[in-house]
């Protein structure tokens, strides 16, 4: 038995198409998050999706702006799962076909850069049911107490992000950089 795998097409039991392997798009849903309420509402279209806003002028962002007076802090204690998601399977009536894989597309990151990553480790629970491969997250002792001993700056930092994005992206109709990030 060989220790490589072989490139040469014939070897196989029939030919490698790319478009075979393409993603395909099932549906669009969308998440509207009231940090300040801790709730979320649910919309099976692309209703609340976000777009890329490109500007002709150079940037000039100031990711502080807003800190701390308009930061809503996220309950990090509320894990989400995969709830919305199957409630939108489940919804939409879509037929999952054997091998489908259903999860957050963090997830799939965190897979594919588990060699490059040297910081911080991951656990995935997956469960098979009818064919389907679900992933869930778990969370791991590390990244627990890891958010339990986050200070001030990490804080700051991680609104930057967000306030990036915010400065990034909009809705289709109505962008504003006023609003709470």
């Not at 509402?41 to 002709?56: A, E, M, Q």
């Not at 809503?72 to 489908?100: A, C, F």
């Not at 609104?159 to 709470?180: D, I, N, Q, T």
Request: net charge positive.
């Amino acid at each position: 038995m060989s220790s490589t795998l072989s490139v040469i097409n014939s070897q196989y039991h029939r030919s490698f198409d790319i478009n075979d392997y393409k993603p395909l798009e099932k549906g669009t849903f969308s998440l509207e998050f009231d940090r300040e309420k801790q709730t979320g509402r649910k919309f099976s279209d692309s209703t609340k999706l976000r777009y890329l806003v490109k500007s002709s002028e150079r940037p000039n962002f100031d990711l502080r702006e807003g800190y701390p007076d308009r930061y809503i802090k996220m309950d990090r204690s509320m894990k989400e799962g995969l709830s919305h998601m199957l409630e939108w399977i489940l919804k939409e009536n879509y037929v999952l076909q054997p091998g489908t894989f259903v999860g957050r597309r963090g997830y799939l990151t965190k897979i594919l850069t588990t060699p490059y990553e040297t910081n911080e480790g991951w656990l995935l629970a997956v469960s098979l049911f009818n064919g389907t491969y679900y992933f869930r997250e778990m969370e791991t002792e590390a990244a627990r107490r890891f958010k339990e001993t986050r200070n001030a700056r990490l804080e700051e930092m991680a609104y930057w992000g967000y306030k990036f994005e915010h400065y990034m992206c909009a809705g289709k109709l109505v962008y504003s950089r006023s609003l709470p990030v």
